[in-house]
C-alpha cells in the first residue's frame, strides 16, 4: 500500500502517562535508564512536564522540576519536549499575575521545553491569550488546546470556533483535550473534518482510555485529517492513561499512513517500566475501563478521589449519591468542563451539598469566587437564581481575571533571598510556598 501521510505521535509516558496510572510518583532517576531510548524511538515529542509533576516533584519526591527538564535534556537531546499549562493558573490551582506567568514561561523554554500545551479550565481564551503571545515570543512552540466536553452549548460549531480564534491569535497547533474520554470516534470524525474546513495548524488528538473509546477514535480522527495523536508506552497504558503507542503503531501500519516508530525499541523500555511498577505498587492503579463516565460525563481520576474522599468521611455509601449530584451542579454552574481546577470545584460542592442534604447551605470559597468571575467566563451565563443562592447581591466580574491581581515576583524574591540559589527558585515558591520552601530546606540540609 502506498503510503500517502505520516501521523506523529507524542508520548506522555513522562508526564500525563504516569501522572494517570502512578499518582505522578515517578523519579528523574527511574527515567534516566530508558532516556536515550526514547530519545531515538522517533516521537514527535515527549509530553514530560507540567500538570501536577511539577508540584509532586517538590512534595513528595523532594526533587527540584526545573532540574528534571535539564537532565532529561542531557539525554534526550534530539526529541522536542512538551509540558502541560492552565493558562493564567500555570501549574497551580487560581490564577497568578501577569509578571508570574511570563517569567514561568521564560524560564520553562530557557531550560529546555520546546512545545507549551496552554488550556483554560473554562476554555476562556482571555485566560489562554498571554501564555500563548509570551511562549512564541520566548521561541517555543505554542500548542493551545481545547477542553473538550459534552453540554448543551459545547457542540461542533462551538469548538471550531474557539479554534479559529486561537488560531487567529497565534496559535501553532492546536490540541482537542479529551481529559475524561468522551469524544466518540463518530464524533472525533466530525469535529476533526469541520476544523480542517477551518484552520490551517496541525491540530494533536489527546484522550484517555478511560471509558474504553480513544484509541478507536485516534483512528478515525486520523483519517479525518488528524496530525498528532497522544499516545504512552504500554506499561502504562490503558484505565485513565492514553492507548498504547504500541498498538497504534501496529494498527497504522496496515493503512495508508505510517509513524515510523520502533517497536523493538520501545520493549525494551517496557521492561524497565515494568519491572519499576513493584517499586511504586502504593500508588499504582490497574488498566480498567470505567464505563461511568459516560453517564456522569467524570474523568476516572475525580471518580477515584471523590470515593476516597467519602470514605474519609465515613460517606462511603453516598457514592452513588455524589456521583448524581455532579452532573447537576455542573449544570448550575454553566457547564464547566471537568478538568483541574474544575472538577475539584465541582466534585467539592457536591460533597457538601450531599453531606449537608440542603444544597448550597454550605459553599465552599473556590465555588463563590467561581460564580463571582474569579476564575473566568462560564461556557453558559449562570442563573440569576443560582447567582443568588451562591454570592447573594454581591456584583460578578466581568473583566479577565488576571486584571485584578498585583505583580508577585519581586515581593517573593525578597521573602526567600535565603533560599535561593537559582532564578527558577522564586517561582517555585510563588506556585507553590509551602511545598516549595519544605524543599528548600531539604536541600540545604542534603547539600
Same mark, same amino acid.
Given at each position: 500500500?502506498?503510503?500517502?501521510?505520516?501521523?506523529?505521535?507524542?508520548?506522555?509516558?513522562?508526564?500525563?502517562?504516569?501522572?494517570?496510572?502512578?499518582?505522578?510518583?515517578?523519579?528523574?532517576?527511574?527515567?534516566?535508564?530508558?532516556?536515550?531510548?526514547?530519545n531515538?524511538?522517533?516521537?514527535?515529542?515527549?509530553?514530560?512536564?507540567?500538570?501536577?509533576?511539577?508540584?509532586?516533584?517538590?512534595?513528595? *519526591?523532594?526533587?527540584?522540576?526545573?532540574?528534571?527538564?535539564?537532565?532529561?535534556?542531557?539525554h534526550?537531546?534530539?526529541?522536542k519536549?512538551?509540558?502541560?499549562?492552565?493558562?493564567? !493558573?500555570?501549574?497551580?490551582?487560581?490564577?497568578?499575575?501577569?509578571?508570574?506567568?511570563?517569567?514561568?514561561?521564560?524560564?520553562?523554554?530557557? !531550560?529546555?521545553i520546546?512545545?507549551?500545551?496552554?488550556?483554560?479550565?473554562?476554555?476562556?481564551?482571555?485566560?489562554?491569550?498571554?501564555?500563548?503571545? &509570551?511562549?512564541?515570543?520566548?521561541?517555543?512552540?505554542?500548542? @493551545?488546546a481545547?477542553?473538550?466536553?459534552?453540554?448543551?452549548?459545547?457542540? *461542533?460549531?462551538?469548538?471550531?470556533?474557539?479554534? &479559529?480564534?486561537?488560531?487567529?491569535?497565534?496559535?501553532?497547533?492546536?490540541? *482537542?483535550k479529551?481529559?475524561?474520554?468522551l469524544?466518540?470516534?463518530?464524533?472525533?470524525?466530525?469535529?476533526?473534518?469541520e476544523?480542517?474546513?477551518?484552520?490551517?495548524?496541525?491540530?494533536?488528538?489527546?484522550?484517555?482510555?478511560?471509558?474504553?473509546?480513544a484509541?478507536?477514535?485516534?483512528?478515525?480522527?486520523?483519517?479525518?485529517?488528524?496530525?498528532?495523536?497522544?499516545?504512552?508506552?504500554?506499561?502504562? @497504558?490503558?484505565?485513565?492513561?492514553?492507548?498504547?503507542?504500541?498498538?497504534?503503531?501496529?494498527?497504522?501500519?496496515?493503512?495508508?499512513?505510517? &509513524?515510523?516508530?520502533?517497536?523493538?525499541?520501545?520493549?525494551?523500555? !517496557?521492561?524497565?517500566?515494568?519491572?519499576l511498577?513493584?517499586?511504586?505498587?502504593?500508588?499504582?492503579?490497574?488498566?480498567?475501563?470505567?464505563?461511568?463516565?459516560?453517564?456522569y460525563?467524570?474523568?476516572g481520576?475525580?471518580?477515584?478521589? /471523590?470515593?476516597?474522599?467519602?470514605?474519609?468521611?465515613?460517606?462511603?455509601e453516598?457514592?452513588?449519591?455524589?456521583?448524581?449530584?455532579?452532573?447537576?451542579?455542573?449544570?448550575?454552574?454553566?457547564?464547566?468542563?471537568?478538568?483541574?481546577?474544575?472538577?475539584? *470545584?465541582?466534585?467539592?460542592?457536591?460533597?457538601?451539598?450531599?453531606? &449537608?442534604?440542603?444544597?448550597?447551605s454550605?459553599?465552599?470559597?473556590?465555588?463563590?469566587?467561581?460564580?463571582?468571575?474569579?476564575?473566568?467566563?462560564?461556557?453558559?451565563?449562570?442563573s440569576?437564581?443560582?447567582?443568588?443562592l451562591?454570592?447573594?447581591?454581591?456584583?460578578?466580574?466581568?473583566?479577565?481575571?488576571?486584571?485584578?491581581?498585583?505583580?508577585?515576583m519581586?515581593?517573593?524574591?525578597?521573602?526567600?533571598?535565603?533560599?535561593?540559589r537559582?532564578?527558577?527558585?522564586?517561582?517555585?515558591?510563588? /506556585?507553590?510556598?509551602?511545598?516549595?520552601?519544605?524543599?528548600?530546606?531539604?536541600?540545604?540540609?542534603?547539600?
Amino acid at each position: 500500500m502506498n503510503v500517502s501521510r505520516k501521523v506523529k505521535i507524542t508520548d506522555t509516558t513522562y508526564r500525563d502517562a504516569h501522572q494517570s496510572r502512578m499518582a505522578t510518583r515517578m523519579s528523574t532517576a527511574d527515567m534516566l535508564p530508558v532516556a536515550e531510548d526514547m530519545n531515538r524511538m522517533g516521537f514527535w515529542a515527549l509530553e514530560m512536564w507540567g500538570g501536577a509533576t511539577f508540584d509532586s516533584a517538590l512534595r513528595f *519526591i523532594k526533587e527540584d522540576p526545573w532540574e528534571r527538564i535539564r537532565t532529561l535534556r542531557k539525554h534526550i537531546p534530539d526529541t522536542k519536549f512538551m509540558m502541560l499549562l492552565r493558562g493564567q !493558573n500555570l501549574l497551580g490551582y487560581h490564577h497568578y499575575p501577569d509578571d508570574v506567568v511570563t517569567a514561568f514561561i521564560e524560564a520553562s523554554v530557557r !531550560n529546555g521545553i520546546d512545545i507549551i500545551r496552554i488550556f483554560d479550565a473554562l476554555n476562556d481564551i482571555r485566560n489562554m491569550q498571554l501564555s500563548i503571545e &509570551t511562549t512564541k515570543e520566548v521561541g517555543g512552540h505554542a500548542q @493551545a488546546a481545547v477542553s473538550y466536553t459534552i453540554s448543551p452549548v459545547h457542540d *461542533i460549531p462551538h469548538y471550531v470556533e474557539m479554534a &479559529t480564534e486561537l488560531e487567529r491569535i497565534g496559535a501553532d497547533s492546536l490540541c *482537542i483535550k479529551d481529559m475524561a474520554g468522551l469524544l466518540t470516534p463518530y464524533r472525533g470524525y466530525r469535529l476533526v473534518k469541520e476544523l480542517k474546513k477551518e484552520i490551517q495548524i496541525p491540530i494533536e488528538i489527546h484522550s484517555h482510555m478511560t471509558s474504553g473509546m480513544a484509541a478507536m477514535t485516534y483512528l478515525k480522527c486520523i483519517e479525518a485529517g488528524a496530525d498528532i495523536i497522544d499516545c504512552c508506552l504500554s506499561s502504562f @497504558a490503558d484505565g485513565s492513561s492514553q492507548p498504547p503507542a504500541e498498538s497504534m503503531v501496529a494498527v497504522l501500519e496496515e493503512s495508508e499512513y505510517e &509513524t515510523g516508530l520502533d517497536l523493538e525499541m520501545m520493549e525494551g523500555a !517496557n521492561k524497565h517500566f515494568n519491572a519499576l511498577k513493584e517499586n511504586y505498587e502504593e500508588f499504582f492503579t490497574e488498566a480498567s475501563t470505567d464505563a461511568r463516565v459516560l453517564i456522569y460525563q467524570i474523568p476516572g481520576g475525580m471518580i477515584s478521589n /471523590l470515593r476516597s474522599q467519602l470514605a474519609a468521611q465515613g460517606m462511603a455509601e453516598k457514592a452513588e449519591e455524589v456521583l448524581t449530584e455532579v452532573p447537576r451542579v455542573r449544570e448550575e454552574m454553566g457547564y464547566p468542563p471537568l478538568v483541574t481546577p474544575m472538577s475539584q *470545584i465541582v466534585g467539592t460542592q457536591a460533597v457538601l451539598n450531599v453531606a &449537608t442534604g440542603n444544597r448550597y447551605s454550605v459553599k465552599s470559597k473556590e465555588i463563590r469566587d467561581y460564580v463571582r468571575g474569579l476564575y473566568g467566563r462560564p461556557p453558559k451565563p449562570i442563573s440569576k437564581e443560582i447567582k443568588e443562592l451562591i454570592i447573594g447581591d454581591e456584583e460578578v466580574l466581568e473583566t479577565r481575571p488576571a486584571d485584578q491581581l498585583e505583580p508577585m515576583m519581586e515581593k517573593a524574591e525578597k521573602e526567600i533571598a535565603q533560599y535561593i540559589r537559582q532564578p527558577e527558585d522564586v517561582l517555585s515558591y510563588v /506556585l507553590f510556598p509551602k511545598p516549595a520552601l519544605e524543599f528548600f530546606e531539604h536541600r540545604e540540609q542534603n547539600s
